[in-house]
Every structure is written in structure tokens, then in C-alpha cells.
């Protein structure tokens, strides 16, 4: 029976590339001369704005997007939380969601369900499984799911024949 897994994944190693080129090009910015601005990868999915003000902070946010957008990453997936003062710097966390939480799995089989697709579809952890009895069937639903309003980017793994 043919299936398809509908997921949210951010490719590590994507990331990092985003997150170096952003760097880059703080770097060779004329109003970031003389000043501290960089990004750090703290954790595997969290990426650390370091600016002297907030004002370059959102401007770091600004490249940081434009450069996970060339690296083909979704921007959609970005949570960013409030600027930390500290002293002198001022730290923004942002944070990259990877999988699909409960309630987006729970919207997409609402989603597929509504639309009176004759598939089946089952939440399996952090991800949606998509069963049906004919591939054309499992291409609309494929179609569907791309123009839908999701809060998050899917992208379709293990499509099975």
C-alpha cells in the first residue's frame, strides 16, 4: 500500500553553512566595523545574536534570514525570543523548530480529513504517516498540504509505492 511521511525536518549541516555565511557577511559590513556582532550556534537548534544594540541585533535577525532563505530553510520555522541586555552586548536566542509538535500533526490529519481524500492518516511521534490505496490519491494530498496555511515548512519523506 502506498504511504508518505509528512515532516518538518532543518538539515544541521544546512544551518551551520547559514549561520557561517551570515557571519561572513557581518564581517564585511561597513556599520559593523569596530563592533562586536556575531552569531554562535549554542545548541544544535539554537542560534545566538551578539550585538553592542538592538537596533544591529534586528539587523543581524535581517541577515540571518536572508541567508537561511539563500541556504533554501524556511523562515517560518524560526521562533526568536525577546533581546537580553547584558552589560554592554545584547543577546537574542533564536530558536530553529525541528518536528512537527502535536498540535501541527493534529492539524495537518484535520486538514487531510476534511478534504475527503480517501487516505488514512495516523501521527506517529513527531511526524504524519499517509496511507492510501492509489499514488494520485497520495499526490493530492501532497498538493493540498502545500498550499495550505501551516504554521510550520513540511516536506514529504519515504514515499512508498
Not at 530558536?95 to 502535536?102: I, Y
Not at 487516505?119 to 493530492?140: N, P, W
Amino acid at each position: 500500500m502506498p504511504s508518505f511521511d509528512v515532516i518538518s525536518e532543518v538539515d544541521k549541516q544546512t544551518l551551520t553553512n547559514a549561520v557561517d555565511q551570515a557571519n561572513r557577511t557581518v564581517e564585511t559590513r561597513f556599520d559593523f566595523k569596530g563592533v562586536e556582532a556575531r552569531f554562535e550556534r549554542s545548541a544544535e537548534y539554537v542560534v545566538t545574536i551578539v550585538a553592542e544594540g538592538k537596533f544591529q541585533a534586528s539587523q543581524m535577525a535581517d541577515i540571518l534570514s536572508a541567508s537561511l532563505i539563500k541556504n533554501k530553510i524556511d523562515i517560518s520555522c524560526l521562533d526568536k525570543e525577546l533581546p537580553k541586555v547584558s552589560g554592554m552586548l545584547v543577546k537574542q536566542d533564536i530558536n530553529v523548530r525541528n518536528g512537527l509538535d502535536s498540535d501541527s500533526c493534529k492539524k495537518v490529519v484535520k486538514l487531510i480529513k476534511n478534504g475527503k481524500f480517501k487516505v488514512q492518516a495516523q501521527i506517529q511521534g513527531e511526524q504524519v504517516r499517509v496511507t492510501g490505496k492509489k499514488r494520485d490519491d497520495l499526490q493530492q494530498v501532497m498538493a493540498m498540504l502545500r498550499g495550505a496555511e501551516l504554521d510550520m515548512p513540511v516536506q514529504f519523506d519515504n514515499f512508498r509505492n
